[in-house]
């Protein structure tokens, strides 16, 4: 049998943790059961500028697999060297505190020195290692996951010079159009810079991946030479293996968790107005909410204002298994979706992993956005406008009333098989096949 050679460039590789790696990793542990023969290129983990780190994962990566890491000159890590890691802005600015004078400058050396991102010091690096792995692996096909969006360059390298080979672009968000792209406070020169990176990408890969299908839209005003069926919507998913089986709820305490980092821009009131409102009616009853990752200092400011304070438990960061295990534990699963521009069509892969926990997803976002659609697809909870608490918190009593009565929440469909990891992987095998 002779299998298909795809070489797979991904910044995010065991051991960096965090959501950025999950796509890739399981595409690749797919993939090898599919008549595919991976190669991952990546970045040698003591040079790079990962936000976090899971050394559990290294175990996901199939022994066949031949992984290859690259030097890379990294300014993050220079700057965490000199300021210390906590006070280095990384994506989404969930660790920041955007009205410092040292954070605005930070973002703004970022966003005009650093084009298209911080990692871009990887490229030269990984173009180097990949020309040869191409001539050596005959590779018949180039994968690229990004963000860092920078890891594109990378690829309109290589078509220059491997014209035959098939570059497959996997933007798994947006680029200028990312919510967080004003916090970023380029200059003019910089932002046409970012924008004409961009549209290369756009026009010059053989096919786009994308999560969802707004991201499409939004890619599609890019260029005029862009038709629509270039670019394919595969949303994230989740791993069955990496749920156990047997994993039980609480029976005296009712735990809604919320996994993951959480920016100003999630605007999270509503659910901690109607969380308050629960704990009071519920007196006698045990209702808990618990953080894990990274949560900013504005949010434990307003829920002490609240007096919430007794009713909620954090926790950092933890590894993947962990998480996941953390997700089943729980009553209940919060989700939300940033309060900004484009709201409508993201999808994050903590979605997609609720799902995997079979838990009831309280959802704060656009009613009809890609999540909401989703969510309501696999009867997975139910999602909330950020002025319908009086909504929420009747569907929250009716939920608290069936746990209070001993009965089972009535989870999802067979609709969640559609984003198991396997199942999405033979969707990215086809387009990695697709010889136009």
Known sequence: MNLKKVLVITYYWPPSGGAGVQRSLKFVKYLSQMGFSPVVLTVDETKASYPLNDHSLMKEVPDHVKVVRTNSFEPLNILSSLIGKKNVPYGGFANANKESKKQKLLRWIRGNFFIPDARVGWTKYAVEEARRIIRDEKIDCVYISSPPHSSQLIGLKL?????????????????????????????????????????????????IIVVSEPIKYSFLKKSIL????????????????????????????????????????????????????????????????KFIGDAPWTLKKMVDGLGLESYCKWGGHIIHDEAVLEMQKANALLLIIPDTAGAKGILTGKLFEYLGSKRFIIGIGPKHGDAASIIHECNAGEMFERNEEMEMYSWMMEKLELWKSGKEYAFANDSIKNYTRDTLTKRLSIILSDSK
């Open 226 to 289: 862009i038709i629509p069926d270039k670019i394919q919507v595969l949303p994230n998913g989740y791993d069955e293996s990496d749920f156990k089986s047997g994993v039980a709820t609480s029976d005296e305490e009712f735990t809604i968790t919320y996994v993951g980092t959480m920016a100003d821009s999630y605007h999270p009131e509503i659910f901690f107005n109607v969380f308050k409102k629960l704990v009071s009616k519920y007196s006698d009853l045990k209702i808990r909410f």
């Open 159 to 207: 078509k220059k010079e491997f014209p035959a080979v098939r570059w497959v672009a996997d933007l798994r968000d947006p680029w200028t159009d990312i919510y967080y792209y004003k916090d970023l406070l380029h200059g003019e020169r910089a932002k046409k810079k970012d924008a004409q990176f961009e549209k290369q990408v756009l026009e010059e890969a053989d096919a």
